[in-house]
């Protein structure tokens, strides 16, 4: 698990949070918001990135408080967008295994 802080302006690029190169066991992301009374303007999306859809159709989910998120740690590339006015607060939970 993880209890990240991003700062103004503090961003994470695109990724997979588990590759084959990376025997790492992650299977599951799970992520948890923790910001009270976020909205847009503050930035800090997580972004899904898909090769099937143009950039501006890309989902984005804001980091609101209590907003879950759960995806494929081995498949879904994702990043987090600038955090713009304040310090933006996630848990990021990886669940381990290995398929059969």
């Known amino acids: 698990a993880m209890l990240s802080s991003y700062g103004d302006g503090a961003r994470y690029r695109a990724h997979l949070d588990s590759d084959s190169l990376e025997a790492n066991g992650r299977k599951l992301t799970t992520i948890v918001y923790l910001n009270r009374n976020w909205n847009q303007d503050d930035g800090?999306?997580?972004?899904?990135?898909s090769a099937?859809?143009?950039e501006s159709d890309w989902p984005r989910v804001w980091p609101e408080m209590n907003t879950v998120v759960v995806f494929r740690a081995d498949k879904v590339i994702h990043e987090v967008l600038p955090a713009r006015t304040r310090s933006r607060f996630a848990l990021t939970v990886w669940h381990l295994g290995y398929y059969k």
Do not use: D, N, V
Request: net charge positive; proline share 0%.
């Open 44 to 49: 800090g999306a997580l972004r899904i990135i």
């Open 52 to 54: 099937k859809q143009r």
